[in-house]
């Protein structure tokens, strides 16, 4: 079982940019795929989550309206679109894999340690 970020980095506030979670070893449609972040001396904060098997969403109130979430089936990946990057976004981002549930999406930004898999961490690092 394998899940590998990609596509972080550092940008002025304003900016924007796509993070990649591809995945690989286990059955992308039994999971939903979600995106936290830590940054240093935080606990790490749900983002966004996407269930695969209907397309649903859902987003932490801090990046709603600037972040999108997205899946390409074939490609077993979950992309992270952000946009109107702020300074207080700066963190680790990473991406877990939690089973599929009637409440995954809707409670997945909250439950952290309930996510089966993860992956390595980008780092993202907005400037002021």
């Known amino acids: 079982v394998q899940l590998v970020e990609s596509g972080g980095g550092s940008v002025q506030a304003g900016g924007s940019l796509r993070l990649s979670c591809t995945a690989s070893?286990?059955?992308?449609?039994?999971?939903?795929i979600g995106w936290f972040r830590q940054a240093p001396g935080k606990e790490r904060e749900g983002v966004s989550c996407?269930?695969?098997?209907?397309?649903?969403?859902n987003y932490a109130d801090s990046v709603k309206g600037r972040f999108t979430i997205s899946s390409d089936t074939v490609k077993n990946t979950v992309y992270l679109q952000m946009s109107s990057l702020k300074p207080e976004d700066t963190a680790v981002y990473y991406c877990?894999?939690?089973?599929?549930?009637?409440?995954?999406?809707?409670?997945?930004?909250?439950?952290?340690?309930?996510?089966?898999?993860w992956g390595q961490g980008t780092q993202v690092t907005v400037s002021s």
């Open positions: 877990g894999a939690l089973p599929d549930s009637v409440v995954a999406v809707k409670l997945g930004v909250d439950r952290p340690y309930e996510y089966e898999y």
């Open positions: 070893g286990f059955d992308f449609d039994d999971y939903v």
């Open positions: 996407i269930a695969h098997s209907d397309g649903s969403t």
